[in-house]
């Protein structure tokens, strides 16, 4: 099956500062999705990225997909303490929509 | 927006009994349900693909006569961990696909922590 690989797997950055978490996969994905995990909650669906190229903003988030649909990345301008938790990257396949997960960044904003 | 509702949120049973978990869209109705199991501070590892009417899809590795799995209607799976044991112990999380009208969008359930003692 598809794998993803997601880096790094922690971070830990100063409140203000941005923060990036990158997904790379051997083979082309049909489409990637983000999702984030608050600390003891579940994932929450971010956004999902089905075009080559494709950039898309959520206030200071903004997902790219890559010209090869290969990788994915998820940034964030100057974060925020609410901006804590566990970002996952998610690739979808086949007809039934199974998802396969990166192992997840962790970011954690020292204020 | 779409909620999907899993219950219970926390569970702790005796080893070797065996613990239902259900798993529920509230305002959509769901032909696929997706298990997962998370370990703390890891990612969501797939256990099995629920199809309503059918047999599920387990992923390689995962028992299925261990984690039995039940889609009996569009709104409703449930997960049966049997005989269970300490090492079962896990967060075990449902989500569920929307259909086209909602751009496929899967859901996820709050959870469930089980805990085996």
Not at chain 1, 20 to 38: E, G, V
Not at chain 2, 14 to 19: A, D, I, L, P, Q
Not at chain 2, 34 to 54: D, I
Request: with cysteine.
């Amino acid at each position: 099956g598809q794998q993803v690989m997601q880096i790094p797997q922690y971070q830990h950055v100063q409140e203000g500062e941005d923060f990036t978490t990158y997904c790379n996969s051997s083979t082309t994905l049909s489409n990637i999705q983000w999702y984030k995990q608050r600390p003891g909650g579940h994932p929450v669906f971010l956004i999902q990225l089905v075009k080559s190229g494709e950039v898309k903003k959520q206030k200071r988030l903004t997902f790219q997909f890559g010209e090869a649909k290969k990788n994915s990345s998820l940034h964030i301008t100057a974060t925020q303490t609410t901006d804590v938790g566990t970002y996952f990257c998610a690739a979808s396949g086949g007809s039934n929509y199974k998802l396969t997960f990166g192992k997840g960044t962790l970011l954690t904003v020292n204020p | 927006g779409a909620v999907v509702s899993q219950h219970p949120s926390r569970v702790i049973c005796k080893s070797g009994t065996s613990v239902k978990i259900e798993c529920r869209s509230l305002d959509f109705q769901a032909t696929t349900m997706f298990w997962y199991r998370q370990f703390p501070k890891k990612s969501l590892m797939l256990m099995a693909t629920s199809n309503e009417g059918s047999k599920a899809t387990y992923e390689q590795g995962v028992e299925k006569d261990k984690f039995l799995i039940n889609h009996a209607s569009l709104t409703l799976s449930t997960l049966t961990v049997t005989s269970a044991h300490p090492e079962d112990s896990s967060f075990y999380i449902c989500s569920a696909r929307a259909g086209q009208g909602r751009g496929n969008t899967i859901y996820f359930g709050e959870g469930s922590w089980l805990t085996v003692v």
